[in-house]
């Protein structure tokens, strides 16, 4: 019965390690306006599985429909037509949870597709991520707090000391 406990622990342990090292990554790809719906939602579901092969989770993929471009992008290769630049570009916005091993497998998928002129990868951050950090010197607001804590420590030893001497 000890060896299923112990099993059960390093089950936990593996998986409370997967946890902690989830990153919130946001995707942007900037594809030829030209790309079928087919092609596109095909790469969408690729880098999907992969995410979520790896442990990780989807939490939303947007269209951001065609759009002009800041400049004409370059293509690898010319299409069928024999375009190789472009003045449009469909955006595409894919939110996901995954660790850094799991991201490069999404990034290398996105590189090798030849619908994809443009990709970013960002690690997405929000106000609770800085509160959920553990490490305090990382953390804005317990930094901020343990200041303020400090302070009022100074404050009270001050007033302790100038009421000593009088």
């Not at 992969?50 to 939490?59: L, M, Q, S, T």
């Not at 799991?102 to 970013?120: C, G, H, P």
């Amino acid at each position: 019965n000890d060896g299923a406990d112990n099993q059960d622990n390093e089950e936990f342990t593996h998986c409370s390690n997967l946890i902690n090292i989830m990153v919130f990554y946001e995707c942007l790809m900037t594809a030829k306006n030209t790309s079928s719906f087919h092609s596109l939602t095909n790469l969408v579901k690729e880098i999907s599985h992969k995410v979520v092969d790896n442990g990780g989770i989807v939490r939303s993929i947007q269209n951001h429909g065609i759009r002009d471009l800041p400049h004409r992008f370059r293509a690898k290769f010319p299409d069928k037509e024999g375009n190789r630049y472009y003045q449009k570009g469909r955006f595409v916005s894919v939110y996901y949870d995954a660790s850094p091993a799991a991201m490069r497998q999404v990034e290398q998928s996105i590189r090798l597709n030849d619908e994809v002129l443009r990709n970013t990868h960002l690690k997405a951050r929000n106000k609770l991520w800085y509160v959920n950090i553990a490490r305090e010197d990382k953390n804005p607001y317990i930094k901020r707090v343990l200041e303020m804590e400090e302070a009022a420590s100074k404050g009270t030893a001050e007033q302790a000391s100038m009421n000593g001497s009088s």
